[in-house]
């Protein structure tokens, strides 16, 4: 071993023996105190690496390094964090600060030297430009109130022969509870143009099984879609454009969706994003023998959607979202159109077995025109709160054991808990619903 590994392990180990001497934990309070305590910062950034928060760690460094520039095994130990990152810009600039520092000793410049050669590579080494890949899926959902009915269990309907509106009871045989069961399959071909844009197309097939009740969630949908995404300086530009189309197994309407729509996460600092998108979707519905009577096409729309966002992240493992949106639904027949505003506020919390989401989603569904058949005098308005707990994450990290079967973790699972509590002035839509699922994904890697 020559001397500067000698050296550089020998700092290390000196850097260990001062946090087990410490007492305590050193608290960010404790560094605006002592800024330039050279013991007590080496101590808060051994605590930090440890904690996982190499940001803070590297903040903690950067600051030492300024306070003591010509202490080299500070500068080696920022060196080895940012290795830990793989932050190839901040490495390259810091390795070439200390191979212009007079005080690098000749060892330390070779070690540099040998880590931008190797950085060098890194960028030079040619990227596989295609990549493909097979995802196979299991979801399982538990519905409440899967028919709708309404909190007092009454709806409104307007009677043609006295030309009244009145409320009457919903059917004995409303569906309050049902399982759906879904299967499926999709395919993803891509290519990386260059380093910095890559386009990708998808199509898939899902199989969607109720338990109990036989309506509109037993069906076959197929789908595709073709996404290109391109990084510009701070922007992370994604238009994308899909296609669906289910096909129902029973006497339900069949419909297909074509949508296109735009967004763009601009990252204002190591902390803060902005987003904003624009979405379009055009639903029509097919006109069969099986539901000629029904005139599905009078639910023939085109949706537009339009939002902002902000993003904040802090510890590195904390994330708080908001987005404001604005939604604009024209149907063939006006009491299928709506507009509204909406909010969404969401946290999320990574966790050593996955990624923890908590949201509520405000939005509110002004309806352009009354619908006769139900009622005559009230313009329908919806007022929706949705309330969400997700975690998501990878098998290998909710149970361990699993890394010999799945060695390059490509198992992924979600738990979700959806509540929507709709405040409605027509009866008929003032409802609860809950509905809780399962999903598992295995994904094969088919071209890298």
Not at 19 to 24: K, T
Not at 185 to 211: L, R
Not at 298 to 323: A, M, P, Q, R
């Amino acid at each position: 071993m020559n001397f500067f590994k000698k050296r550089f392990i020998l700092s290390l180990l000196f850097l260990c023996v001062l946090s087990n001497f410490a007492q305590s934990e050193v608290t960010f309070q404790d560094i605006l105190e002592n800024p330039s305590d050279l013991k007590l910062n080496l101590q808060y950034a051994k605590e930090q690496e440890q904690a996982g928060k190499y940001k803070n760690t590297i903040a903690s460094l950067e600051r030492l390094n300024m306070l003591y520039p010509v202490n080299t095994d500070i500068k080696l130990y920022l060196l080895s964090v940012l290795l830990k990152m793989d932050s190839l810009s901040k490495i390259e600039l810091m390795a070439n600060a200390m191979l212009q520092d007079p005080n690098t000793t000749e060892e330390a410049r070779i070690y540099i030297e040998g880590i931008l050669k190797t950085i060098q590579q890194q960028k030079t080494k040619p990227k596989s430009k295609w990549f493909a890949y097979a995802d196979l899926g299991y979801m399982q959902n538990e519905h409440s109130n899967i028919d709708g009915k309404s909190k007092t269990g009454f709806m409104q309907q307007h009677d043609l022969n006295t030309g009244t509106d009145k409320q009457i009871k919903f059917s004995s045989d409303t569906l309050m509870y049902d399982k759906t069961y879904a299967r499926s399959g999709s395919i993803t071909i891509g290519k990386n143009i260059d380093k910095t844009s890559a386009i990708s197309f998808t199509g898939g097939m899902t199989s969607n099984t109720q338990n109990k009740g036989k309506g509109t969630g037993e069906n076959d949908l197929g789908s595709a879609s073709v996404s290109y995404s391109k990084i510009i300086g701070q922007h992370y530009i994604l238009p994308y454009a899909y296609y669906s189309k289910p096909n129902a197994r029973n006497n339900t309407d069949d419909s297909i969706t074509r949508g296109l729509g735009f967004s763009n996460n601009y990252i204002v600092d190591k902390n803060v994003s902005t987003t904003y998108g624009f979405s379009y979707a055009k639903t029509v519905y097919d006109t069969v023998t099986r539901n000629v009577a029904e005139n599905p096409e009078k639910k023939n729309s085109e949706t537009y959607i339009g939002s902002i966002g902000y993003n904040y992240t802090f510890s590195d493992v904390n994330l708080i979202s908001s987005k404001i949106s604005y939604t604009n639904k024209n149907a063939v027949e006006n009491y299928n159109s709506y507009d509204g505003p909406g909010l969404d506020i969401s946290y999320t919390r990574v966790l050593p077995f996955g990624n923890l989401k908590l949201a509520r989603n405000f939005y509110k569904n002004s309806y352009e025109e009354k619908n006769a058949f139900y009622n005559t005098s009230v313009d329908r308005i919806d007022k929706n709160k949705v309330s969400t707990i997700q975690l998501t994450g990878k098998i290998n990290q909710m149970l361990p054991f699993f890394k010999k079967l799945d060695p390059k973790s490509r198992i992924f699972y979600s738990l979700k808990h959806v509540e929507t509590n709709t405040y409605s002035n027509m009866t008929n839509y003032d409802t609860i619903r809950k509905n809780m699922s399962f999903n598992i994904i295995k994904r094969f890697s088919l071209h890298e």
